[in-house]
């Protein structure tokens, strides 16, 4: 039996799955990412995903090697959503 996934918040309202695998630390870079998704290790939301630009938005579940993330909404203090033309 698996474990609770881990909450991993995101800033925007969605990630790329290659950059989520390294924020939720299921891989340690980028270019590991990429092996491991074009490999079928990675689950979202149950099924296999190869691609690694796959968008995931707030509750969707991403396993790889028995461990497993959901992505939730982050913190909205600061000045988070506003576009800076800077």
């Known amino acids: 039996m698996m474990e609770d996934p881990m909450d991993v918040?995101?800033?925007d309202e969605s990630?790329?799955?290659?950059?989520f695998l390294k924020l939720a630390n299921l891989v340690e870079s980028g270019?590991?990412?990429k092996p491991v998704i074009a490999d079928g290790q990675v689950?979202?939301?149950g099924e296999v995903e190869t691609r690694r630009g796959r968008q995931l938005v707030v509750g969707d579940e991403v396993?790889?090697?028995?461990q497993s993330a959901r992505v939730v909404a982050g913190d909205?203090?600061?000045?988070?959503?506003i576009d800076v033309p800077w």
Request: net charge negative.
């Open 76 to 81: 909205d203090s600061g000045d988070a959503g």
């Open 15 to 19: 990630i790329r799955l290659g950059q």
């Open 43 to 45: 689950k979202v939301n």
């Open 9 to 11: 918040p995101i800033r």
């Open 31 to 33: 270019a590991e990412a």
């Open 63 to 66: 396993d790889l090697a028995g």
